[in-house]
Each structure stands twice: as C-alpha cells, then as structure tokens.
C-alpha cells in the first residue's frame, strides 16, 4: 500500500516556502520573489513517485494581519492546517527566531496536534560553522517532530526531509494522477505569473498593493492561439502611473515578459491584454476581496 497525505508548508513572509516546493516538484508552479507576501492563497503541489503520495500545501507568509486581506491570507494557511498529516515549518537560518516566527509557534501552531518538522532554510549563504547558530532557540520555543537544515534552492537535506514525511504518512490510494503537479486552475497560474513579473519590477515601489484579475481566457484552435485579458488592481492613480510608465513602456514590458512566461506554460502563442484599474482600498473590501478569490468561504 502507498503512503498518500496532505503537508502543510508554512512560515512568515519570505523564508523560501514557494522555492521550497518548486525544488522538491522539479517544476516551477509557485512563483517566487524576495518581496513578502508573493504567495496569497494555497497552492497545492503534488509530489508522486514509488514510495507513494505527498500533496504539498503552500500557504501565505504568515504574520499580524493589517488589513482584511492580511486576516483572509491566515484563515487560508489555518484552513490548511485542519486535515493535514504533518506541518513544515520554515525558517530563516540566518537569523534568529523573531516575533513573526513567534507569532506562527504561539499562534497559529498553538494546540495543534500534529508533527511539525523545522525547516532551517538558506544554509547555501551561510558558512558551515555557523549554520546551527540559531538552532537552539527554535527548539527551545516549540516541540518539533525533528529539524533539518535546508537549503531550498540547491536541495541540500530534501531527500532526507522527503523520506521522514513518507514515514509520517498514513496509508492509502493515490489522491491524484502519477503525473499531475498541481490542482491549481490555469487561469489562477497564469494571474500569479503576471503577478510574479509586477513584483519582479516593481516590488520596492509597489510592495503588496496591487492583484491580478484574469477577466478572459480563451482559445482560439484555428489560430492556435490563447487570448488573455486581465486587469492589474492597484489603490491609487499614483500606483497605475508607476505600472503604465512613462509613455506605457513599464506596462509593455512587464506584459512582454509575461507572455512568453505564459506561452512557456501553455506551449502556445499567447495575446495578452493588460488593463490596470483603481480600486481604492481594495485590500479592505470584502466583495473585491472575494472577486479575486482571497475569501474563504
């Protein structure tokens, strides 16, 4: 029988969970970037081979909320937690236990019943001597399952983390097809990789304020070609200046490059018509909040 169960990967903003999951994948299905809060929903990826089963949950950085968005994106990550077989927790190796890693152990993690392997992430930018220097007071705040120091970018210690979580696993029947990666919907993949490019070019100058909105997805087989429209939604007129650019070439350019991300992943040519939108305080509203699929229900 195959060992078959969900694992929840959680952590405060920026420690390495979607990187994490996409080394262990070998495919890239959880964008990435050095900003907080690149992940805002759930993303499930699935890892199968002989031994049976892992269906990664990759959740939102956690930490205090600050608006309505912030408290939606910690139900996702707590909803996670509720039919999960074992929880990685992970963490910067380079610093030391902080109140946002507190705040998840004290908090989020408080009465939860099941094992929670700490992950020590980003050893690869650490001298040997000092990858373990902040170990201890990880332990001392919370009773893990086990630890290991990990880095997600070059897969140092996964193979030894993926054998632990098999043995944690209950029996069972494959949830999902040999060669599926990921239940996540195209059209929410392709809004994250626009999403992605925002942040890749704009993180500094507009951190968490603006969401993407695929309002159309079609194809077109004679042509053989993918029609997408989408909106980017920003809160101020100052904010849409900064994506347009000037004379449009910032909008062009972050259009460009995610095209040809998605023609990559669709492996057809792509029309992409990108519109950015005011929606003043967006991130507090709770009818656009759920538009964008950020409600839990």
Not at 124 to 134: A, Q
Not at 221 to 244: G, M, P, W
Request: glycine share 6%.
């Amino acid at each position: 029988m195959k060992k078959v169960g969900f694992v929840s990967i959680i952590g405060r903003p920026n420690v390495g969970k979607s990187t994490l999951l996409n080394h262990i994948l070998r495919e890239k299905i959880a964008i990435t970037s050095n900003k907080p809060q690149t992940t805002r929903k759930n993303l499930r990826g699935i890892f199968t081979d002989n031994r049976g089963q892992i269906i990664f949950v990759d959740t939102p950085g956690l930490h205090k909320p600050h608006h309505l968005l912030g408290e939606e994106l910690i139900k996702f990550a707590k909803n996670s937690l509720e039919d999960t077989d074992v929880i990685l927790f992970v963490a910067d190796a380079s610093e030391d236990i902080g109140k946002g890693d507190l705040y998840i152990l004290e908090n989020i993690l408080l009465n939860i019943n099941k094992p929670v392997i700490l992950l020590l992430n980003k050893i690869d930018k650490i001298p040997k001597k000092e990858r373990n220097k902040y170990l201890e007071n990880y332990l001392k705040s919370y009773n893990f399952k086990s630890y290991y120091l990990i880095s997600a970018k070059h897969g140092d210690n996964l193979e030894l983390l993926i054998n632990e979580v098999f043995s944690l696993l209950p029996e069972g029947e494959l949830l999902y097809n040999e060669d599926e990666l990921t239940d996540t919907t195209i059209r929410d993949i392709v809004g994250e990789l626009i999403r992605e490019e925002i942040f890749r070019q704009l993180g500094d100058e507009l951190p968490h304020c603006s969401a993407v909105y695929i309002e159309s997805f079609k194809e077109k087989e004679e042509k053989k070609l993918t029609v997408i429209e989408a909106k980017i939604f920003v809160e101020r007129e100052s904010q849409k200046r900064i994506i347009i650019g000037k004379e449009g070439k910032k909008i062009k350019e972050i259009g460009e490059n995610s095209r040809k991300k998605i023609e990559e992943l669709l492996n057809n040519k792509v029309y992409l018509d990108l519109r950015v939108k005011v929606l003043k305080n967006w991130r507090n509203n709770k009818k656009e909040l759920k538009k964008l699929g950020y409600i839990v229900e």
